[in-house]
């Protein structure tokens, strides 16, 4: 690597298939950190809890990662891609956690690549195709203030990596929430096109509230932070019966397969090959 | 037979001195991610580093980065390990990380901000004092986007000289 520019090495010439892509940050996330499991931790629990934080993350950042060169300009586009990036960063850190306390030893890897969509147990609201711009904004407020209000939770968790992974997520979706806050606000509060659409945006939204908070108790506070923008915005949040089901059941829409299809669709055609 | 350990002192400083992959005017010491340098009791070179963001892709390229300057100075026993709390903050850059920014146009951050549980502040216009341009210093300045080209950076832009900056926002 010398002094050599770090990245100019990816532009030489490759024609060998044994890689999936040529990069940087490759790394397991979690190399070099003290990986331990504390005495009376349940490990199951613990699997569960990060996988499926770190399912919601992968799959929201599937879908922001969607609206790039779609977006209406150039810096929603920088800004949706940017805040998937960090949610890829937290579900590779979770995903890493994960195969630590699981017992197999899997990696990132096998959990983004090599589950099927009955395995997920990401929250439905994080798969639903983007819609609209309202659709996109409205869903990442939903996700952003639970997901921050949980994660402040988990600072406190008795599992030191997990209160790690957490405590720095808190501060990437302080961000997160406050852009897709001030997006509500500015499209419920501006033409009357876009007040239809973010009016629109929340009543699809609204029926899948229900499904993130059936296993944590943040509930009050979330619903007292959209209840402030929405308010704010002039578009209530409309109250409605929610859907049947849950996502951390491993019930999903039909989106959320080809998302999947998709996003494995490199590793699964050459599933020996590494990064 | 006497064991020599290594110097502790000068493999601290070449730690120190390796670039930031997405920031190269700055050091790893200067940006705050160099956490530690110390010599474990079999004689290794442990150096402890500190992530920016989850996401950030240069990880990995520092860790390299920081072993091969070691070994490439005689120290035949480095290790690097990831220390993921406390979070890294912008208040960890020092202030001579800071004037180099300002000197390539970014704007270096202020005060990372305290977290209070409460209301989203959902005023839409700027919120926060103005970022002086880092090209002519004037405080007649705009946020144009709240994310940049890496994570860590916001665009700005000057009213009064009308250049684009970028800023390494607080966090």
Known sequence: MSDDHLYMTLAEGHDDDTRWAYGTGFEDPLHGVDGAVPDGIDTGELTAVCVALADDALVLAQRLAEWTTRAPELEEEVALANIGLDLLGQARLLYSRAGQVDGTGRDEDAYAYFRDADDFRNVRLAELPNGDFAFSVARLLVLSAWRLAHFERLTASDDPVLAAIAAKGVKELSYHRQYAAEWVVRLGDGTAESHHRMRDALEQVAPYLDELFTAYDVQDEVEAVLKQVTETAGVPLPVCRPQPGSGRAGNHTEHLAPLLAELQSVARAHPEATW | ?171
């Open chain 2, 1 to 171: 037979m006497v064991t020599v350990l290594p110097d502790v002192r000068h493999a601290r400083h070449i730690a120190e001195c390796v670039p930031d992959p997405e920031l190269p005017m700055l050091t790893l010491a200067d940006l705050g991610v160099l956490r530690d340098v110390e010599v474990d009791a079999d004689g290794t070179v442990v150096v402890s580093l500190t992530p920016t963001y989850s996401g950030c892709p240069a990880m990995a390229e520092m860790r390299a980065e920081v072993a091969a300057r070691l070994t490439a100075a005689g120290y035949a026993h480095v290790r690097v390990r990831t220390v993921l709390h406390p979070p890294w903050t912008t208040d960890w850059i020092t202030p001579s990380g800071r004037r180099t920014l300002a000197e390539h146009g970014i704007a270096p951050p202020g005060p990372a901000p305290r977290r209070a549980p409460g209301p989203v502040p959902l005023t839409l216009s700027p919120t926060r004092p103005a970022v002086p341009c880092p090209r002519c210093g004037s405080a007649d300045t705009e946020e144009t986007s709240r994310f940049g080209a890496t994570s860590c950076k916001a665009l700005w832009r000057c009213r009064a000289c009308r250049e684009p900056f970028e800023y390494v926002k607080e966090i």
